[in-house]
């Protein structure tokens, strides 16, 4: 266990986990002495709350106000990223790429990775979900893109010797969540689409994820792992329902082949191609929801970082309810 490190660098503050990371450590006494913020609109950022004072105004592309932010920081952790995009190279450029290039800009820093379970592949039990990335293997262009960025840091702690530690996310929702407003209004549809068999899968609470950030801040002894994120387990279909109660409603789900549902992927690819929007749903996407399952170990968590998931399915979801209304 080391104390709170004096700098650290944010990536993807002004995104719905970044937001609430940095509410986390600006209210904390015990947080950085120094903290900044790398984001590519500033004046975004301060409309959303984030300390103006904390603000580097710049994309992840080895720009000298990039590189400036980047090279005295003792450690950084990455959020940026992209869930969503109209081409596979996007997600590459945003999962990969600028993950490289952020590394090449800090070369002691100490690193954070907020990665995704989708790196390591589905699992129905928890098994592989902390395997190394170069034994994964995600069913999803996002998945992949997602571990070629753990691979980046991999390869580049292997070359310098820098400390590292990679976080796995599974489902993280929570109140100001786009992803998680959709999951509430498809709950709430007259029907709801779902895969034909329920598929098993590992919720978790923002301030849950929050706290395993903050772990991994000052367990150092957690170095140079892989740590899947998990909380309470449920599956696909009970959690449209646990949704649905939430609001006091009833989910009338509808199970459809996955053949249906990679043709209506196909159209919603094509409209948000013509929009130059990317969305949600897509085919990736029905890769990922058609999968065995999405289950977090939660042991390497528990043993290396200290941390066990304490908001519950159906608190979490309350309270999102409530902040809706």
């Known amino acids: 266990m080391a104390a709170s490190p004096a700098r650290i660098l944010i990536t993807g503050g002004t995104g719905f986990l970044g937001r609430a ?7 904390r006494p ?4 120094e903290l900044r913020l790398l984001v590519r609109d500033a004046a975004r950022a301060r409309a959303l709350g984030l300390p103006p004072g904390a603000l580097v105004e710049s994309a992840l592309d080895g720009s000298p106000a990039m590189c400036a932010a980047a090279e005295d920081a003792d450690v950084i952790v990455h959020l940026a990223g992209a869930v969503k995009a109209l081409h596979r190279a996007d997600y590459f450029e945003s999962n990969a790429q600028c993950t490289e290039r952020l590394l090449r800009a800090a070369p002691r820093a100490r690193v954070v990775l907020v990665s995704s379970l989708a790196a390591a592949g589905p699992s129905t039990d928890g098994r592989g979900s902390g395997a190394p990335p170069d034994a994964c293997r995600p069913c ?3 998945g992949e893109s997602k571990r070629q960025g753990e691979l980046a840091l991999l390869a580049d702690a ?4 820098r400390a590292f530690v990679v976080l796995r996310p599974c489902l993280v929702y ?3 969540d786009a992803a998680t407003a959709l999951l509430f209004r498809q709950a ?6 779902v895969p034909r068999r329920p598929r098993p899968l590992s919720t978790l609470f923002v301030a849950d994820v929050v706290a395993a950030i903050r772990a991994a801040l000052t367990r150092t002894d957690a170095d140079d792992a892989f740590v899947p994120l998990g909380g309470e387990v449920t599956d696909t279909h009970a959690l449209l329902r646990a949704i649905a ?6 989910a009338r789900l509808v199970p459809v082949p996955r053949a249906v549902a ?5 159209a919603a690819d094509a409209a948000a191609r013509v929009r130059g929007v990317p969305g949600y749903f897509s085919r990736d996407k029905v890769r990922e929801v058609f999968a065995p399952g999405w289950v977090a170990d939660p042991e390497p968590a528990r043993t290396l970082l200290g941390f066990m998931a304490r908001v519950g399915l159906q608190a979490g979801l309350a309270a999102v309810a409530a902040a809706d209304t």
Not at 158 to 161: D, Q
Not at 188 to 193: E, H, K, Q, S, Y
């Open 188 to 193: 709430a549809a007259p029907v709801c689409f």
């Open 21 to 27: 990371l940095v509410a986390d450590l600006v209210a």
């Open 174 to 176: 929570g109140p100001g």
């Open 30 to 33: 015990d947080g950085a002495r």
């Open 158 to 161: 292997r070359r310098t010797g």
């Open 262 to 266: 990679a043709c209506a992927a196909c």
């Open 140 to 142: 999803s262009v996002y």
């Open 245 to 250: 109660a939430a609001r006091g409603r009833r």
